[in-house]
């Protein structure tokens, strides 16, 4: 597999994302007791890394200081300078559409020390002015094993049981903690560990070469899926969202 550079969202600074696919496994089956007792098991693995580019938007470092001017739109406050509130009629712009340093929210001070700065330096205005690699990582180990017993000639029993697991690791472009967006080709930003297990039993009897009779007994336990995101694990930002309000503009 070749890889190539993208130069339109991938500048030669960041590199080539990885593109992986490695899939393998096995089967092993044979006898136990000789024409009584079989056994056969299976195991597969698939590891993928499948990544991405895109160019979105960031806050420069004007804009989080709260010097929202080159935007070219008018930025207004629903608080007057005493803190209350104020008619959407009524309100003014911010002097040069800057906020004051004052009213600026902790908690999106706090988010956005884990948002990359720009790193197309010849965008301006609206334009996106941030390029990066995103890799989806996705684990699947599956087994299953089987036996069968032939009791006599006309009963057989069997039994088995198979398990599944699937992990997926898929950060945003800003990293597995902020997330933010992913390429096109891509899921949404989470983690996700899932598992799947089933048990079976059963067996058949044959009353005549013509006539046979099968009870089989499937038991599958509740899918294990567990979805997370990943905010509230750093301290950078945890300490900031104690407070019960978000501070106003």
Known sequence: MTSVRDTFSQPAATGIPPTLRNQFGGSLGGPIKKDKTFIFGAYEVDRRKASGSLLTRVPTAAERAGDLSDLGVNTYGPYDASGHP????????????????????????????????????????????CTGNVTQVFDDDQFSIRTDHYQTDKLHLFGGYSFAQFKRIQPGVFGEIACGPTPS?????????????????????????????????????????????????????????????????
């Open 86 to 129: 104020v008619a959407p009629a009524a309100r003014t712009p911010f002097a040069g559409n800057v906020i004051p340093t004052s009213r600026l929210s902790p908690e999106t001070l706090a988010i956005l020390m884990l948002i990359p700065l720009p790193n197309v330096y010849r965008a301006t205005g609206t334009a996106p002015n």
């Open 185 to 249: 080709n891509q899921s949404s930003g989470a983690h996700s560990d899932v598992r799947n297990q089933s048990l079976a039993t059963g067996f058949d009897y044959t009353f005549e070469p013509e006539v046979a009779d099968r009870h089989p007994v499937w038991v599958s336990p509740i899918p294990r899926e567990r979805v997370t995101g990943r905010f509230r694990h750093d301290a950078r930002i945890r300490s900031v969202f104690t407070a019960s309000t978000l501070a106003p503009l």
